[in-house]
């Protein structure tokens, strides 16, 4: 089974591509629902969160925006709680790839936004990353509820740039265009790894 990692930074449209290659044949693994789920009530990352920032669990889940606050201008903090949440992700991302694997997928995705960052390039066959041109990024992302120039300037500054990313994938895909443009594009990726392999 070949495992793509998937990402791109911020609005560049990487969830509605995963969502294309689960449609294509290609079963995709996203790692913020798995946090979302690791942080809910009665989720693995709740009691350890919880310890190491006492005051950000009610009702048995984590308080995301009471997290956000703790970790706002502290790397030690988002370091602290990455070695906390990046290791359960990855059993997550095991257990799918293993259970994919026994199933007898070709090929199956690993959604994960800090791909190059967290160094889960190293896991995976291929990369592809997701990418558009920064005015339609910028467009996107404030369109978000609860965005603003300094959130969107703060979470950019958290991810290798696009450029960077673009020039260590083995394939771009380039969501600027229509939805049947992407979609052609994943198509394109799948057929060339079906060649390799």
């Known amino acids: 089974m070949i495992v793509i990692g998937l990402t791109?930074?911020?609005?560049?449209?990487?969830?509605?591509?995963?969502?294309?290659?689960?449609e294509e044949g290609a079963p995709a693994f996203n790692?913020?629902?798995?946090?979302?789920?690791?942080?809910?009530?009665?989720?693995?990352?709740?009691?350890?969160v919880e310890a190491a920032f006492p005051g950000v669990a009610k009702d048995?889940?984590?308080d995301r925006s009471a997290l956000s606050a703790r970790l706002v201008d502290n790397p030690e903090a988002i370091k602290q709680l990455?070695?906390?949440?990046?290791?359960?992700?990855r059993q997550a991302q095991n257990?799918?790839?293993?259970?994919?694997?026994?199933?007898?997928?070709?090929a199956a995705v690993l959604d994960i936004p800090l791909l190059f960052e967290s160094g889960g390039a190293e896991r995976v066959d291929t990369i592809v990353v997701v990418s558009a041109g920064a005015e339609e990024q910028r467009v996107r992302v404030?369109?978000?509820?609860?965005?603003?120039?300094?959130?969107?300037?703060?979470?950019?500054s958290r991810q290798m740039p696009d450029a960077e990313k673009r020039a260590r994938a083995d394939f771009v895909i380039d969501t600027s265009g229509e939805f049947d443009a992407t979609r052609a594009q994943v198509?394109?990726?799948?057929?060339?790894?079906?060649?390799?392999s």
Do not use: C, N
């Open 95 to 106: 257990a799918f790839l293993d259970r994919h694997r026994k199933a007898g997928v070709a």
């Open 60 to 62: 048995g889940a984590i």
């Open 142 to 156: 404030m369109s978000r509820p609860g965005m603003s120039e300094e959130k969107f300037a703060t979470l950019l």
């Open 31 to 48: 790692s913020d629902d798995a946090v979302h789920e690791l942080y809910a009530r009665g989720g693995d990352a709740v009691g350890p």
């Open 82 to 89: 990455e070695a906390i949440v990046h290791p359960l992700v």
């Open 187 to 196: 198509r394109a990726v799948l057929d060339a790894l079906r060649e390799q």
């Open 8 to 22: 791109g930074s911020i609005g560049m449209g990487k969830s509605t591509v995963a969502q294309m290659f689960a």
